[in-house]
């Protein structure tokens, strides 16, 4: 592991993983312009502020899995402090934190000083005529923590921008305790177009409840035990939720009340806001977020909880060929819900890249091809048949299963612009929730606050008998079944080591191995799987 403290080295050790990764390519005899579909080019930024606790490293833990390199920020950023807050005193434990990220698989830690990034040690609001700023939307800085925060969070856009553009990291994750950090980061590279996916990650929590924080080292044990009130008045605002309060007035309350129980807990704000736009919300329609900051002593503590009033999402994942789209489908006709043919989607996008004769490596021209795209999916009454699918008001159903785009699929749903146009678009489709979705990602990136995950596998000689089974079904030629097994097993490699969301089994999934199950017996374990997690809901 690498300690970088200046820009120079940063550069220098950037520069340098790009040429290892050109030779690494050569030895494996993979071209340069193949390397957007290899997940060693990924690189993973965890901004931070040093302190590292548990909820920094279940970050880097996520940065770990889904990239080849990661870089953990350490940058105590002056401009997000007021006047009055305790800059100075934060704590800094740089030799704690080069321990923890060496341990965690970090690959190298940038920790300039403010001069080194030309960041003046004073606040933004005593800097505003010198320092070039990035201001998020007015609406967003100035409700909740920008109530009592003033510049708090133009000084983490101005430097979260800075890291963007000195790192240029693929992915940058943040945790959700941190909530309007996380939506005005999200907004901010919206609206700046940056190419970085924000990857939001659970807030991790003592036994009592009480969110990590670094700040949570002022606390005594016993003041420990009383910041716990927090969780507790959140967990009854989504327990009166569930009991079907959408109101904000009865749902602050729920918080107040319970919050009142621990008398040196000062409140300074319970809200319910669109976890998105972070405006204020008279009632729940489909998402909200009860969020909270309160003082004990002199140590400020925030929390957050997301209210959803959807219906359950079941996201299974898994390798090609362990039958997700026919199981995805039965379990949604067993539960009435609907069934989102996520690879569908893809191959339709396949089918349109060959009919219009563009190069699989052009990706150049499939991005622009898939933005412009429009795809309908429409559910059959016949369990047996497939979900049919139109692109730009072409029935592609059975064209989408040939040979030819099965070959090909893997490489079109590696490219980052394919990935984005239709993430965004099931994203959408999954607002009600009430749907079955499957795909190499789903539960990992697509929908991961999906209630129910499950990892659908099968061993690859399973899998390839029953591909093989499929093709003779539909007509298509012959293909030996050794060739099959070689076919699925290099797919698996690519699907696993891609940069955009390599396939894995996210954490909190169910795997399910069917291998000698027929699929009403796999549809049966996971119906009843599902209705035992909504019994617990």
């Known amino acids: 592991m690498r300690l970088l403290t200046t820009v120079a080295a940063l550069r220098c050790y950037l520069t340098k993983r790009c040429s290892e990764n050109k030779l690494i390519a050569a030895s494996e005899n993979l071209l340069v312009d193949e390397m957007t579909d290899w997940h060693q080019t990924a690189l993973g930024l965890v901004p931070t502020m040093g302190s590292l606790h548990q909820g920094h490293l279940s970050l880097i833990q996520r940065a770990r899995q889904e990239n080849s390199t990661v870089i953990v920020s350490i940058f105590v950023n002056p401009l997000q402090f007021a006047p009055n807050e305790d800059y100075q005193s934060y704590p800094r434990t740089l030799e704690q934190d080069q321990q923890l990220c060496e341990q965690a698989g970090v690959d190298a830690i940038f920790a300039p000083t403010p001069g080194e990034i030309a960041v003046p040690q004073k606040s933004i609001q005593e800097q505003e005529s010198t320092v070039t700023q990035v201001i998020p939307p007015s609406a967003m800085i100035t409700n909740l923590c920008g109530h009592s925060r003033l510049g708090h969070f133009q000084g983490v856009a101005t430097i979260i921008t800075k890291l963007f553009n000195l790192v240029q990291p693929d992915r940058a994750y943040f945790g959700q305790k941190d909530s309007q950090q996380l939506a005005i980061i999200k907004r901010l590279v919206a609206d700046l177009n940056l190419p970085v996916e924000i990857v939001a990650c659970p807030t991790v929590r003592e036994a009592s409840g009480l969110a990590l924080s670094s700040r949570n080292q002022y606390l005594t044990a016993t003041a420990k035990e009383q910041a716990a009130v927090l969780y507790r008045g959140l967990q009854r605002a989504e327990a009166a939720f569930q009991a079907g309060d959408r109101d904000r007035s009865k749902l602050i309350a729920v918080v107040q009340q319970e919050v009142a129980m621990v008398s040196t807990v000062l409140v300074e704000y319970i809200e319910l806001v669109e976890p998105t736009t972070l405006m204020s919300l008279e009632k729940v329609e489909e998402e909200g977020m009860v969020a909270i900051a309160a003082r004990l002593g002199s140590t400020r503590l925030i929390d957050n909880t997301i209210l959803r009033d959807r219906q359950p999402i079941i996201a299974i994942d898994g390798p090609a060929g362990a039958g997700k789209s026919t199981v995805a489908r039965q379990v949604a006709a067993n539960l009435n819900l609907v069934y989102l043919d996520s ?109 129910v995950k499950i990892f659908l596998t099968a061993s690859v000689s399973e899998r390839a008998r029953r591909r093989q089974q499929d093709f003779n079904k539909q007509g298509q030629p012959e293909v030996s079944l050794e060739q099959m097994e070689r076919d699925i097993a290099e797919r698996d490699w690519k699907d696993s080591t891609r940069k955009v969301s390599p396939l894995q089994k996210a954490a909190d999934a169910i795997e399910v191995q069917t291998d000698g199950l027929n699929v009403f017996e796999v549809t049966a374990q996971i119906v009843n799987y599902y209705q035992q997690r909504l019994s617990q809901w």
């Open 343 to 451: 690879g569908a989607m893809y191959r339709a996008v396949t089918w349109l890249v060959l009919q219009m004769n563009i190069a699989i490596d052009d990706e150049c021209a499939i991005a622009e091809l898939t933005s412009q795209c429009k795809i309908e999916l429409s559910p059959t009454q016949d369990l047996q048949s497939t979900v049919r699918v139109w692109i730009n008001g072409t029935d592609v159903t059975q064209a989408i299963r040939t040979i030819e785009v099965t070959s090909k699929v893997s490489a079109i749903a590696a490219q980052s612009a394919v990935r984005q146009a239709l993430v965004k678009q099931q994203q959408s489709w999954g607002k009600k929730g009430g749907l079955v979705a499957e795909g190499r990602d789903i539960g990992t990136h697509v929908f991961p606050d999906a209630e």
